[in-house]
């Protein structure tokens, strides 16, 4: 493994990696973006994304050195770096010393189609709940992942919430939710938007057997008007409990579980 | 409203206090745990809980003179803090300056009875996920939960992330988790453990019309063998895509989901 010493926390190159981990505004303009942790960086190499630069300080190569090996071979250059400079791009608290920047995909997945079954997040902030969602849409089998474009799924810390799963299952990324949702009403597609009135549609009484595109909105105000207006149904998940407990990550689940079992 | 003032953090109540904050074996040998925050306090309060102390900030009486005021009458003794105290007691990143110590509830419901519905968490040790599984469980409508000996309800992160569930839901404790699923069975009730086994049953064929007992396994080994073997079914939640994705959590809420629509 041919590789470039680095040592200094000052050096151009580590100030902008730094940049690209915590600015989703500088990731979003050089499309890259930045995964750390041996795990999350052999899942974006086997994903298939093109990994410009890998850094990693002696220790990982000593623990891991077959793993990153096979990325540092594709990678387009290898830096060997000090604790200092893995202190300053680490987003964790017991790095593990090894890291990436891959570019972002654009297209990762064609079209939407009838007969598959999405999962829309209208407006999900929170890197955590963005993680989950897509780590039990991995889990379950969900065709794709549709994000509305505020949605920042490279955030470091949702990658890290996804346990990875964010790079391995399709994703679209859309400016226009409404618009894709009234493309796949016009095909003959069940929309549907997930909220907690107790007048919707009991989300067990729908037929998901052409394939759905379900929206589950963010914590704080559900699924925006013009979303709901968008999609053919209001659905609810009826409750005998205080429905009030049930937090926007819990309702993406049962969701999710309705429409694939 | 009467109080005492206290400005010191090196008081002997708050130093004492603090422990009670940070250690399970505290807790337990006293019988006592701290709520953080308005919510909480109230949530223990209105659920019955003796109050034994309220600590109190000037800021927070200012600003929630009337919530404080409810909780203050119900205390046997209200203590006005400073801000370098808050920031002793506090285990929160932005405190509201407002706890209560509480006198732990030890037989919160009665027995367990045939026709009710359960979920038994089997050394589940996270507090975030004891606390997600607390409020899935009060939002379905679960009986009660039930936790063994080394589940530590009261520690102040699970609470919190509870949301009060911890403090509002039923709760049987117990020191023997076999011995009461044994019981169980005696009585006819459906009992069974949650595995991530391609060969188990499909929790969907289940009848749970007269009652189950749901075991949860902890995050890193499942169910224990004992536990397991005490269980009269092994009941998997079958997947269409990557199973190893779907974690603890989202486990339990699939499971209280089928068993309580």
Redesign the interface.
């Known amino acids: 493994m041919k590789y470039i010493e680095i040592s200094s926390r000052n050096n151009d190159k580590i100030k902008y990696a730094a940049k690209l981990v915590s600015g989703a505004k500088e990731r979003n303009e050089a499309s890259l973006f930045v995964c750390e942790g041996l795990r999350l960086c052999c899942d974006a190499f086997y994903s298939g994304y093109r990994i410009r630069e890998l850094y990693v300080t002696e220790e990982a190569v000593s623990k891991n050195g077959e793993k990153i090996e096979s990325i540092a071979n594709g990678a387009q250059s290898v830096y060997l770096i000090s604790d200092g400079v893995k202190d300053k791009l680490s987003d964790t608290v017991n790095s593990q010393g090894v890291f990436v920047i891959a570019e972002m995909k654009h297209s990762q997945t064609p079209d939407i189609s009838l007969g598959k079954k999405y999962i829309a997040l209208d407006c999900v902030q929170n890197p955590q709940n963005l993680g989950?969602a897509a780590?039990?849409?991995?889990?379950?089998?969900?065709d794709a992942l549709i994000v509305s474009g505020g949605c920042d799924i490279y955030n470091p810390k949702a990658l890290r919430a996804s346990?990875g799963?964010l790079l391995?299952i399709p994703i679209i990324k859309t400016d226009c939710l409404c618009g894709l949702i009234d493309d796949f009403n016009k095909m003959g597609g069940l929309s549907f938007s997930t909220v907690p009135d107790a007048d919707a549609r009991d989300i067990?009484s729908l037929d998901f057997s052409s394939g759905a595109l379900a929206v589950i909105g963010n914590e704080g105000n559900g699924v925006s008007d013009e979303v709901k207006a968008a999609t053919s149904v209001l659905a609810t998940i009826?409750?005998?409990?205080?429905?009030?407990?049930?937090?926007a990550s819990?309702a993406a689940?049962?969701t999710m579980?309705e429409m694939?079992?």
Request: hydrophobic letters at 50%.
């Open positions: 989950a780590r039990t849409a991995e889990a379950l089998g969900i346990m799963s391995r067990t009826k409750m005998a409990g205080n429905a009030q407990s049930l937090n819990s689940v049962i579980w694939m079992k």
